[in-house]
């Protein structure tokens, strides 16, 4: 498991539940948008397990996956093991997979495999059925959907609220406050707030929505007090500890490889989806008006709108 280079902040009473699932479930995946800060939680959560897991605890990055194929040996990579050295061991990948893992008791982590997820749920159980001491933490967007498995939605951090007056030790209390300071601390040393800053502060990270991705992008933006206002661009380069993020995570203007990353990984139909839906300048208006702009086109009636 990869060493945190940066603090934990918030997601305590998550870490307690997780570990709680993990305990009564085999299967137990963290669903929610890119950015939720998912991986960390399962990262963190299953750290507290070593103990418990005699044969370890294994971070498994399926983000650089491409093909469905390559799953199990993704695995047995992340495990030490290669592809090659199991060629002579009868069955499939996954079958080959299934004789290292059957007497381990151990815990995989299987990170971000929404866009193989077919492939992974495939894997998922079938090594979960013939590994009884297994045990499987997974993060995506989506569940796996096979029999046995535990779901938790992974929130935002607690955001104050727009309409609250609050003093700088009650705006504290706030995990997504608490990240941005912490993230802010750690390329300007000495950074604190006061009572002035609290509407900015609580501005910001409502503006963000409380996504920790997010909030950390933009902590690495805000410029000195004595240099303009905190949503001016960045005066200096993003620092060089950002640039090691997973590719999705890249901080690009505005998190756009979230989305491009997200995109790519989209069926052709779900991208024209989101094409069309731009039209709307804010919220869909109503039901009726999404299906005008976003229905397949019919050939036999003149089109009403552009296809994008």
Same mark, same amino acid.
């Given at each position: 498991?990869?060493?945190?280079?940066?603090?934990?902040?918030?997601?305590? +009473?998550?870490?307690?539940?997780?570990?709680? %699932? %993990?305990? =009564?479930?085999?299967?137990?995946? $963290?669903?929610?948008?890119?950015?939720?800060?998912?991986?960390?939680?399962?990262?963190?959560?299953?750290?507290?397990?070593?103990?418990?897991?005699?044969?370890?605890? !294994?971070?498994?990055?399926?983000?650089?996956?491409?093909?469905?194929?390559?799953?199990?040996?993704?695995?047995? #990579?992340?495990?030490?093991?290669?592809?090659?050295?199991?060629?002579?061991?009868?069955?499939?990948?996954?079958?080959?997979?299934?004789?290292?893992?059957? =007497?381990?008791?151990?815990?995989?982590?299987?990170?971000?495999?929404?866009?193989?997820?077919?492939?992974?749920?495939?894997?998922?159980?079938?090594? $979960?059925?013939?590994?009884?001491?297994?045990?499987?933490?997974?993060?995506?967007?989506?569940?796996?959907?096979?029999?046995?498995?535990?779901? !938790?939605?992974?929130?935002?951090?607690?955001?104050?609220?727009?309409?609250?007056?609050?003093?700088?030790?009650?705006?504290?209390?706030?995990?997504?406050?608490? %990240?941005?300071?912490?993230?802010?601390?750690?390329?300007? /040393?000495?950074? =604190?707030?006061?009572?002035?800053?609290?509407?900015?502060?609580?501005?910001?990270?409502?503006?963000?929505?409380?996504?920790?991705?997010?909030?950390?992008? #933009?902590?690495?933006?805000? /410029?000195?007090?004595?240099?303009? /206002?905190?949503?001016?661009?960045?005066?200096?380069?993003?620092?060089?500890?950002?640039?090691?993020?997973?590719?999705?995570?890249?901080?690009?203007?505005?998190?756009? +490889?979230?989305?491009? !990353?997200?995109?790519?990984?989209?069926?052709?139909?779900?991208?024209?989806? $989101?094409?069309?839906?731009?039209?709307?300048?804010?919220?869909?208006?109503?039901?009726?008006? #999404?299906?005008?702009?976003?229905?397949?086109?019919?050939?036999?009636?003149?089109?009403?709108?552009?296809?994008?």
């Amino acid at each position: 498991m990869p060493t945190g280079l940066t603090s934990f902040v918030g997601r305590d +009473a998550d870490v307690v539940k997780v570990r709680e %699932l %993990l305990g =009564d479930y085999r299967l137990t995946t $963290l669903i929610g948008p890119g950015g939720a800060g998912k991986t960390r939680l399962a990262v963190e959560a299953s750290r507290t397990l070593l103990d418990q897991m005699p044969d370890g605890v !294994w971070l498994v990055e399926f983000d650089r996956v491409t093909e469905p194929a390559d799953l199990p040996a993704a695995v047995l #990579a992340a495990l030490g093991l290669r592809e090659q050295s199991l060629m002579g061991a009868p069955g499939d990948p996954i079958d080959r997979l299934t004789a290292v893992l059957r =007497d381990r008791a151990a815990l995989l982590v299987l990170d971000n495999r929404e866009h193989v997820i077919t492939a992974a749920a495939t894997l998922a159980d079938r090594v $979960l059925a013939d590994c009884p001491r297994l045990r499987i933490l997974a993060t995506s967007r989506e569940p796996l959907n096979i029999n046995g498995e535990s779901v !938790w939605p992974v929130e935002p951090l607690a955001l104050p609220a727009a309409d609250v007056e609050l003093r700088v030790a009650e705006l504290m209390s706030y995990d997504a406050v608490r %990240l941005l300071v912490d993230r802010v601390r750690a390329v300007r /040393p000495g950074f =604190d707030i006061t009572d002035d800053d609290v509407p900015a502060v609580s501005a910001i990270c409502r503006a963000l929505d409380g996504m920790p991705l997010a909030i950390e992008l #933009a902590a690495a933006r805000l /410029p000195d007090h004595d240099r303009g /206002p905190a949503c001016q661009p960045p005066r200096r380069p993003i620092p060089a500890a950002h640039r090691r993020q997973p590719h999705r995570h890249d901080p690009a203007p505005d998190a756009r +490889a979230v989305v491009d !990353w997200s995109q790519n990984c989209s069926p052709s139909a779900e991208r024209a989806l $989101l094409r069309r839906v731009t039209v709307f300048a804010s919220a869909v208006s109503s039901v009726e008006a #999404a299906e005008r702009v976003c229905a397949p086109v019919d050939p036999c009636r003149p089109a009403r709108f552009s296809t994008c």
